[in-house]
Structure formats: C-alpha cells, structure tokens
C-alpha cells in the first residue's frame, strides 16, 4: 500500500453506503426524502415557535435552536452524499474534507449542549416552579445558548487541529459517507496513539458533560415528581419530559456506541450504519417525537393551519 504525504494529499475517496449500482436510485431517493423531510419539519418547528406567542418560553427558545443546530447537522453529511451518487463520484477534497469534519462535530456538539439546556429548563420548571420565571430569564436563555456555540465551536476546532497534524496517510479511502475523524486517525501512517487518546479524551469530555448535566436533572426531576401526592399531577409532570427524554436517548444512544465502537471494536460497516442513524435519522425524527408528543406545539401547528385556512 502506498504511503501518501500529508503535502501530497489533495483529496480523499469515500466508499459510501453501498458499491451496488442497482441500490444507487434508491438510495438516492430514500435519502433525498429523509433530508428533506428533516429539513422542512425543524423549519417548521421553528416557524410555529417564532410565529406563535403561547411557545415563547425558555423551553421553545431551546427547541428552535436545537432544531437549526438539526438542520445545519443533517446538511453537513446528506448533500454531499446525494450529490455523490448523482454524479457517480466520491472525491472529497483535503480542505472540503476538514471542513465537512468541523462542521458536523460543531452542529453535533450543539445539539447535545442544547439537549443539557433544555434538561435544566426542565428541571426548574418542576423542582422550582416559583422561581421559573426569575431563574429561566432571557439573559440566561441566551447565555446558554452563546456558551453552547462556543464550547461546540472549541471541540470542532480541536478535533481539526488534531487532523492537521498528521504528516502522511496509508491510503485515502474513508470507509463512510462523510469525513470521519476516527477513520482519518485510521489512515494516517504515523503513530497515532497521543492524537487517539487526545481526540477520544476531548470527545469524552465534550460528551461526558453535557450528559452528566442530563443525567443530574433528571435524578433531581424524577426525585420532585415521586414527591406529588395524586396520580394525575405525576403523569402531566413526566408528560413534559417525554419528548425531550426519547430524543437524548435516541441522539446519545447512537452517538456513543458509534465512538466507543469505533475505539474498543471497529468495524466500519456497523459504524456507518450507526453513523447514518445518528447524523441522518435522529434530525430527521426531532421535529415528528417533538410535534406528535407535545400538546404546545400541536396546538401551535392547529392554530397555524386554521389561520392559514
């Protein structure tokens, strides 16, 4: 196998899903719906939060941004791979390649930071209802969403840096859909065991965090709502949480067996199958678990449609 430069290297060779040319129109159209589905739904999400007066609160606030940061995660992977089989090719360029990279660890760092934000939006809303108003302010709201995209912005920019320092690479074949940073760390030729453990360990941290705020609010939730004496007070408390609990176990689920799988087992065909569910799947299912769960936004979509009407 011959040993490429890092300054020889001017673009890389994705496989794709699949090599068999009978699948290339059906997934060409399966994943052109799936896009833009995914696209139209957190448009409208987004729409009926900013349109309607009754969802602006903090909870909604987050769900918009989660929804744009579920918009820019699906178009950093799914564009390209379309435009792929259209055009029967799958170079990717050194620079486009980075770039696709940094994007899609900044928009998937944002969606978990945006998850942690509104996991403590609802555990004010349980464990201090009195002071929801006072603690969840908009000052607040949008500090957390200013640290969000800063933390997000630092993991991409170090995960970048950590592919610029590989000086050659064995091949330039990437077994995925997109630039993955694990796979590029699988390619290089030098020794890579510093920038693996680097990588896993901010990914771990960038990771661990954000799940660790998830986990906390929800003991503290869990814990409030054991204390409600009636039955029907504990169900429309757990109710609140249900859409937004389906959502962080459908995103981290996938998310950290693609990471600790690529790490402790790889196997390229089960990462890109995990990778399609949560770069492709997860978007695309936020704004359907979202409006199909929550009475707000259902009743935001009938009060759209009958002005609309």
């Not at 068999?20 to 939060?49: E, T």
């Not at 791979?81 to 900044?106: A, E, K, N, P």
């Not at 004010?124 to 006072?134: E, R």
Request: aromatic share 12%; charged share 10%.
């Amino acid at each position: 196998m011959e040993i490429v430069s890092h300054s020889l290297v001017s673009e890389f060779f994705l496989t794709g899903l699949s090599d068999n040319p009978g699948l290339q129109p059906l997934l060409f159209g399966l994943f052109l719906s799936m896009y833009l589905v995914s696209v139209l739904g957190n448009l409208l999400i987004i729409l009926v939060v900013s349109s309607d007066a009754h969802l602006h609160t903090p909870m909604y606030f987050f769900l918009s941004n989660l929804s744009l940061a579920d918009i820019g995660f699906i178009s950093t992977t799914v564009p390209k791979m379309i435009m792929d089989i259209q055009t029967q090719s799958r170079v990717i360029s050194y620079v486009g390649c980075l770039t696709q990279m940094s994007f899609l660890i900044l928009f998937g760092c944002m969606d978990g930071m945006f998850l942690t934000a509104m996991a403590y939006d609802r555990f004010v809303a349980i464990c201090h209802p009195l002071h929801y108003s006072v603690i969840m302010n908009p000052h607040l709201c949008g500090f957390l969403v200013l640290v969000s995209f800063c933390v997000s912005l630092l993991d991409s920019q170090l995960h970048n840096l950590i592919v610029l320092q590989l000086t050659c690479f064995k091949d330039v074949e990437i077994s995925n859909f997109f630039c993955d940073p694990s796979q590029l760390l699988n390619l290089a030729c030098s020794d890579t065991l510093t920038n693996n453990v680097v990588m896993y360990f901010v990914g771990v941290i960038s990771g661990f965090l954000p799940i660790s705020g998830i986990f906390f609010s929800y003991y503290k939730i869990v814990s409030s709502i054991l204390r409600i004496p009636s039955t029907g007070g504990k169900y429309k408390a757990f109710s609140t949480c249900g859409s937004h609990l389906s959502v962080v176990c459908l995103f981290y689920g996938t998310a950290i067996g693609v990471y600790l799988g690529s790490a402790l087992l790889p196997s390229p065909r089960k990462d890109m199958v995990a990778s399609v569910v949560y770069t492709v799947v997860t978007p695309m299912l936020n704004p359907f678990i979202y409006s199909l769960r929550n009475r707000d936004i259902k009743s935001a979509l009938w009060r759209s449609l009958r002005r609309i009407g």
